[in-house]
């Protein structure tokens, strides 16, 4: 029972984090849902295992990604995912719809590895290390694929982002 309790408490905790991330990453929100649901069911599974890691919530982020990225090989849904999801934002009220659509629609102009980077780094708040972690990866390697990612966004947006030192 007390596994129980543990569990859910552990899902309430992550579930708004990973929606987040996982509708910045695939950029469709029920995309995102569906694949938070899916990770929290494996970590069910392997719950006796997460319960004794010390930080199970980059796991799950990396259940979560490898999840996000096993569903774009397998049904080739981010073309009509961007397009359902830039007919949205132009339709969508508020002042800031244009600037959400333009941030959105630069990063869906990165590569995986690029978005994956800065998502995990600035709109999740991971530290280079934890986003390392995450992806697999060295933190020179989240660094580089962070700049990279920057310069495009930069481009793209034509905002100049105030990064710190461990960028």
């Excluded at 995102?32 to 899916?38: G, H, I, N, P, Y």
């Excluded at 004794?52 to 090989?73: E, I, P, Q």
């Excluded at 697999?136 to 481009?155: D, F, I, N």
Aim: net charge positive.
């Amino acid at each position: 029972m007390a596994e129980t309790v543990d569990f859910e408490a552990f899902c309430m905790a992550q579930n708004t984090a990973l929606i987040r991330m996982l509708t910045l990453y695939c950029g469709d929100r029920e995309v995102a849902r569906d694949l938070t649901q899916e990770t929290l069911a494996r970590a069910w599974v392997h719950w006796r295992r997460v319960r004794g890691m010390d930080r199970g919530d980059l796991w799950l982020r990396r259940v979560a990604l490898n999840l996000a990225k096993s569903h774009f090989r397998h049904t080739k849904v981010e073309r009509s995912a961007r397009t359902r999801m830039l007919r949205a934002e132009e339709r969508a009220d508020g002042p800031d719809a244009a600037e959400r659509l333009a941030v959105r629609e630069a990063l869906a102009h990165l590569t995986q590895r690029q978005r994956e980077a800065v998502v995990l780094r600035f709109m999740d708040d991971l530290s280079v290390e934890h986003t390392a972690l995450v992806m697999g990866c060295s933190g020179g390697t989240v660094k580089k694929l962070t700049a990279r990612a920057l310069v495009g966004l930069r481009e793209r947006i034509g905002v100049d982002f105030e990064v710190g030192q461990d960028a």
